[in-house]
């Protein structure tokens, strides 16, 4: 009878991987067996009430994955644009490849954390990132970030020039090909004649419609 195979033990050394995602690591200072996840990310935005767009690609060195994400929204500044890109990327990682890698890791070590390198072009979210800045912008979707590193994910926030790397360009591309395509859609309305305003509500329509909520032409208000 052959001798049953025994089962590999659990991998706790980060693994001999190289390639582009270790260069620019590199690049950055960080040595190899610092880094678990990197995520570059981008924005697209004009005004508060315009539309705005993101992009981000999300590389895990362990398991040599690399996620593409994009969005976007009727409404939203280009701070928002520029910080919400990670946090939608962390939102998918924690629930997926991250919280299996994680719980593998804290297996032999119940305190061990993924760590996650940041590389943006926006000065500021690398500044308030680096605990350098207030983050009294943004500040609620800050405290998602830091959600994400009471579960085990330290993150780390580095700085490079727009266009300094190709996957900041991808991501430029990408965020502003959603906020255009979000703008040429254009506002999606509620059924004509009616407004939201003539949804659950008996409280008088106000003389000047906000936030787009115009009736629709010929319509009394």
Same mark, same amino acid.
């Given at each position: 009878?052959a ?6 033990a ?47 690609? =999300? /590389?895990?060195?362990?398991?040599? !994955?690399?996620?593409?994400m994009? %969005?976007?929204?009727n &409404?939203?500044?280009?701070? #928002?644009?520029? =910080? /919400?890109?990670?946090?939608?990327? !962390?939102?998918?990682?924690?629930? %997926?490849?991250?919280? &299996?890698?994680?719980?593998? #890791? ?13 590389i ?13 800045m ?24 580095h ?28 506002p ?13 509500s ?17 319509v009394?208000?």
């Open positions: 009878m001798a049953k195979q025994k089962k590999p659990l991998e706790t050394e980060e693994p001999n991987y190289s390639g582009p995602s270790a260069a620019v690591m590199q690049m950055m200072g960080v040595e190899p067996h610092e880094w678990d996840v990197l995520l570059v990310g981008d924005g697209s935005g004009t005004t508060w009430n315009n539309p705005c767009g993101w992009a981000s690609v =999300l /590389i895990d060195r362990n398991l040599g !994955l690399r996620k593409t994009i %969005g976007a929204m &409404a939203g500044t280009s701070y #928002l644009a520029e =910080l /919400i890109p990670y946090v939608q990327a !962390l939102s998918w990682y924690i629930e %997926g490849p991250g919280k &299996a890698r994680l719980l593998d #890791l804290r297996m032999v070590n119940p305190t061990a954390k993924l760590k996650v390198h940041v943006t072009d926006n000065q500021t979210l690398a500044t308030q990132g680096q605990g350098r207030s983050r009294r912008k943004g500040f609620c979707y800050w405290r998602l970030i830091e959600a994400f590193e009471e579960e085990g994910y330290a993150v780390y926030w700085w490079l020039g727009r266009s300094t790397i190709a996957l900041n360009c991808l991501c430029d591309y990408l965020a502003g090909e959603c906020r255009r395509g979000l703008t040429a859609i254009g999606v309305e509620v059924p004509k004649p009616t407004t939201a305003y003539d949804y659950n008996d409280e008088q329509k106000p003389e000047t419609p906000v936030n787009g909520d115009a009736p629709a032409p010929g009394a208000p």
